[in-house]
């Protein structure tokens, strides 16, 4: 299928009241299945450690390249500039979202997609409740040609707490002090989805993608402070 007839059939489906229920069935049914504890106990798993480790090449050091808030949310009000990935829940995501931006929802995303970007990557651009719209398709499409924001989580503060220990994510021992420390759901929905951030940065790297930044903000941040960028889905 070519990308203009790709395009054409999103369009088609977007018209269409069975393509709004079907995505809102998808919803509901994604909130029922997703079980936070199962998704730390998964993450704690000595082979999802082990695959980890070795994706992130965790005997080096990672180099994460960061930015604010207000360079995402400014670069992607630019026509074709920035491709914006928010890792965030669906159901937050739904609630608010920058304009334009792809959701990868923990929900929908662990760190089998990431390690295995390659092949992946393909069936994430034609799946309609990823890439809902010829806009989400194209910007994902020519991911190499933009300046990709990736937004890790909800909350401002929890992001500060444990940015600067994800080289821990490749170590049983030091994943398992980090996760012992989160005592609320949201604080631990938080590190799921900064994980998966983290991990799709460095997939997108591998891809050759050579514009890529982490938004050191929560997401709190961006909609208290940049509220017209902002939309409801």
């Not at 220990?165 to 490749?170: D, P, S």
């Not at 941040?221 to 889905?233: L, M, P, R, S």
Request: include cysteine.
């Amino acid at each position: 299928m070519s990308e203009f007839t790709f395009i054409w059939v999103i369009k088609e489906l977007e018209r269409t009241r069975s393509f709004r229920r079907n995505r809102e069935n998808l919803m509901v049914e994604l909130k029922d299945q997703y079980s936070i504890p199962d998704a730390i106990q998964h993450i704690l798993e000595d082979s999802v450690v082990g695959q980890v480790a070795k994706f992130l090449d965790a005997d080096k050091v990672l180099q994460i390249r960061v930015t604010t808030a207000q360079q995402c949310a400014n670069m992607n009000d630019h026509k074709d500039i920035a491709l914006v990935i928010d890792m965030r829940s669906r159901d937050a995501f739904e609630a608010c979202s920058l304009d334009k931006s792809i959701n990868f929802p923990p929900e929908l995303f662990n760190e089998q997609q990431f390690i295995n970007w390659a092949k992946e990557v393909d069936k994430i651009e034609k799946d309609t409740s990823i890439c809902r719209n010829a806009s989400n398709f194209k910007a994902l499409n020519s991911r190499r040609r933009r300046w990709i924001f990736i937004i890790l989580a909800q909350t401002n503060e929890n992001i500060k707490n444990t940015l600067m220990r994800v080289h821990t994510l490749g170590n049983k021992a030091g994943l398992a002090e980090l996760i012992s420390g989160l005592k609320t759901p949201q604080e631990q929905l938080d590190f799921i989805t900064l994980r998966n951030g983290i991990l799709l940065y460095n997939a997108l790297k591998n891809d050759r993608c050579r514009e890529n930044d982490v938004v050191f903000h929560g997401f709190d941040h961006i909609q208290k402070n940049y509220a017209f960028h902002c939309v409801k889905n």
